[in-house]
């Protein structure tokens, strides 16, 4: 008896079952590397600073799907397939281009060569076109669209590959694509697509042109934002959702100005408004007395902003994540406690967040102490101290860690770090000791926990 061939096997594949495989590829995560902690990297309510992480194509990373068989090719071409399989769609650029490369086959079974390979990627371009004529043949079941890497991409080798004059997508097919899609989207990410945003500002104001979008992120920018275009965005009554965020290179480098110069007063008007993540702009100096008005706001991220100013922090009692990363700030200065040389401002006093504030993320700052206001925030999960390379720990945890009986993760990585040093000093040691301890403290809880340490 003669054995079924490959693709005889593939057409008995039930399509349901097909479906269910093709719509995991459409959520995949991002790819982990060896040294990575998957648990702290999807655990966290909060990003994590370390990782630059780029959103999957999803279904778009297997463009030979539908030259499988001639089954996964009329079943991907069914109104259900569309439906289950392009609510999300991931564009990206360099991918898209490095696809074209490989198309058709002739590179399937076996690599270029790298003369080869540069010769195909010098003769090919992207074309508009083919991306917006993708979208619009589904732009009914859309409700979900990233764009990624338009300027560039990073390639395998680690080098920089510039997109200049490989694609002739420009600010005006992004607003012929968003035109189309407003009336069902909900989510619009945009991920180095400096040269879509800059050419005219336009962005911010057809975003507010969709009604039912509800996430909005803008990220790695390296241009300026202009707080008048910005303020279109107070239409988007359901919007619940907003990152604008500069590229953290270009933050710390301050090579010239980039980003928001202000939190403009109309999105006093976002009701809906549970998360504001907002980094790396280096103007921004003001927290704006409406912010505590914002009904829904759980979640503030202010990160790497160098002008901000934090006197108005204790008033935001609605808060439930706080994320004050790379701000160069110390614990408040009391008695003979030692201040880092290179603190610029002090963290205000949190104790009015006390009761509903249930992560904190302090990583890359210049403490020496722990801020004594912890000891009030009496609903914490998460604490991060993460980067804080002066910060000792001179008495143990106990008092801390009894008046946060919910704390579950508690992240003091690269902490208190010594020059000089081929061994730990007896004040590394009592550091390092009280970590220790704090973690057989928590095991004593019913519940999971996590102390991370180097």
């Not at 907002?278 to 505590?292: F, N, S, Y």
């Not at 604490?383 to 508690?410: C, R, W, Y």
């Not at 208190?416 to 590394?428: L, V």
Request: glycine share 6%.
């Amino acid at each position: 008896m003669s054995r079924p061939s490959v693709g005889s096997v593939l057409e008995l594949i039930p399509d349901e079952i097909l479906l269910q495989v093709f719509s995991h590829l459409v959520d995949i995560g991002p790819s982990l590397g060896d040294e990575d902690d998957p648990w702290y990297i999807r655990s966290l309510p909060f990003r994590n600073n370390d990782r630059d992480e780029q959103p999957h194509p999803g279904i778009r990373a297997y463009p030979f799907l539908g030259q499988v068989c001639r089954k996964w090719k009329n079943l991907l071409a069914t109104p259900i397939a569309q439906k289950q399989l392009w609510g999300r769609v991931v564009v990206d650029f360099g991918h898209e281009l490095v696809t074209s490369i490989h198309t058709p086959l002739a590179w399937s079974n076996e690599r270029p060569s790298a003369d080869e390979y540069m010769t195909a990627y010098a003769q090919t371009t992207l074309s508009a076109n083919k991306i917006i004529d993708f979208m619009l043949q589904r732009q009914m079941t859309i409700r979900s669209f990233t764009l990624c890497n338009s300027e560039g991409f990073w390639g395998e080798e680690g080098e920089y590959l510039s997109l200049n004059g490989k694609h002739n997508f420009r600010a005006s097919h992004l607003g012929l694509l968003m035109g189309s899609l407003k009336n069902q989207l909900e989510e619009l990410k945009l991920f180095n697509c400096n040269d879509l945003i800059s050419s005219d500002q336009g962005l911010w104001g057809i975003a507010a042109l969709c009604p039912n979008l509800r996430t909005l992120a803008v990220e790695n920018i390296n241009c300026r934002v202009s707080g008048q275009e910005l303020a279109e965005l107070s239409r988007l009554s359901q919007l619940e959702h907003l990152s604008i965020i500069v590229e953290e290179r270009t933050a710390s480098g301050q090579q010239w100005i980039v980003g928001m110069d202000l939190i403009p007063p109309a999105w006093a008007a976002l009701s809906s408004l549970t998360s504001l993540e907002l980094r790396g702009h280096q103007l921004l100096d003001v927290i704006p007395p409406w912010l505590k008005d914002l009904p829904s706001l759980r979640m503030l991220d202010l990160s790497n902003n160098p002008a901000i100013q934090l006197d108005g922090l204790p008033c935001l009692t609605q808060l439930e994540v706080l994320v004050l990363q790379r701000l160069d700030l110390s614990q408040p200065h009391a008695g003979e406690q030692v201040i880092s040389p290179h603190a610029k401002r002090f963290l205000p006093n949190l104790e009015p967040l006390g009761k509903r504030l249930r992560a904190l993320s302090l990583s890359h700052n210049h403490f020496t102490r722990l801020p004594d206001c912890l000891i009030k925030l009496t609903a914490i999960e998460t604490l991060d101290f993460s980067g804080n390379k002066d910060l000792q720990l001179e008495t143990p945890l106990t008092a801390i860690l009894s008046s946060m009986p919910h704390v579950a993760v508690l992240d003091f990585r690269a902490v208190h770090k010594e020059k000089g040093f081929s061994y730990w000093s007896d004040a590394k040691c009592t550091t390092m000791k009280h970590l220790a301890a704090a973690s057989k403290l928590l095991k004593r809880r019913k519940y999971p926990h996590r102390v991370i340490v180097d």
